[in-house]
């Protein structure tokens, strides 16, 4: 089943004097239970690739069908339900907030998709231990380390069981062994099922997933495979 494919993908930037062709025509797609990742250089078109994808951003031209919706034909008013209900997020920068506590914070999605509290506690119960985030909960997150917020970060993210998640730069601010360590987790958790799509500029993250496409100039200039199938090279 693919669950993400982008079809010629264009994105132009129009200011007063310039326009920039962030995407030139960007095509893949990715298959459920897949670890893929897309790096490149600042500047080559990740952010905005990465935008599009999220839905909040609209490309200039091309299709993105996700997990068989054609996202440019969802009403503008149904694309932040399906976001939610589709996609998953991690970010550099955590994205947690200081105002609650990190129980709190892991709840929050099912909270704005009025899931029931005794889901919400059967779903943490569920990964607490795998991410390793069970005598946290009840403290803040300018309580833990970079490490830890991220592992909060990532139950908050997986707790809705997202068609798709979504990691931007998810080490860009942590220290080598942490960053280690999460990217161990992104591929836990992928080997236990969930499809990820990781955005980086480093080698060392971008490696951690079985598929990796190198993005330059807006454009997909190379593509590896490292699977037991070899035959996909
Ligand atoms: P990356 O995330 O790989 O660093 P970006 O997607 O941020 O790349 O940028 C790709 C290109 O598009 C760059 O040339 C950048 O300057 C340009 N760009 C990105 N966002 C905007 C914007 N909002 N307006 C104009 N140009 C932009
Ligand atoms: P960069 O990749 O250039 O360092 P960020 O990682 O801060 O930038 O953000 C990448 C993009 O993700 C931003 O353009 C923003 O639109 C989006 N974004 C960041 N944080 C959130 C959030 N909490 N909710 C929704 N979108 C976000």
């Given at each position: ?12 930037y129009k200011t007063k ?126 309580e833990i380390s970079g ?12 707790i809705t069981r997202p ?71």
């Open positions: 089943m693919t669950i993400l494919e982008c079809k010629n993908i264009k994105k132009l004097n310039v326009t920039t062709e962030a995407l030139k025509g960007v095509n893949f797609s990715v298959e459920e239970g897949e670890f893929i990742s897309i790096m490149g250089e600042s500047g080559a078109g990740k952010t905005t690739l990465l935008n599009i994808i999220a839905t909040l951003d609209k490309a200039t031209s091309g299709t993105l069908m996700l997990n068989g919706n054609d996202i440019g034909k969802l009403k503008t008013s149904d694309i932040s339900m399906f976001r939610r209900k589709e996609l998953g997020f991690v970010f550099q920068d955590f994205n947690l907030l200081d105002q609650f506590n990190n129980r709190e914070n892991i709840y929050l999605p099912l909270v704005l998709s009025d899931e029931n509290r005794d889901l919400m506690k059967e779903r943490l119960d569920e990964i607490q231990d795998r991410l390793g985030i069970r005598e946290i909960l009840d403290k803040y997150p300018y490490g830890q917020k991220q592992r909060v970060a990532i139950a908050r993210a997986i068609t798709l998640l979504l990691a931007d730069e998810p080490t860009g601010a942590l220290d080598s062994t942490s960053s280690e360590m999460i990217l161990n987790l992104f591929q836990k958790i992928n080997e236990e099922g969930q499809t990820v799509l990781l955005v980086t500029h480093s080698l060392r993250a971008a490696a951690c997933a079985k598929r990796v496409l190198f993005i330059r100039d807006g454009v997909v200039f190379h593509e590896i495979y490292r699977g037991e199938d070899e035959s996909r090279n």
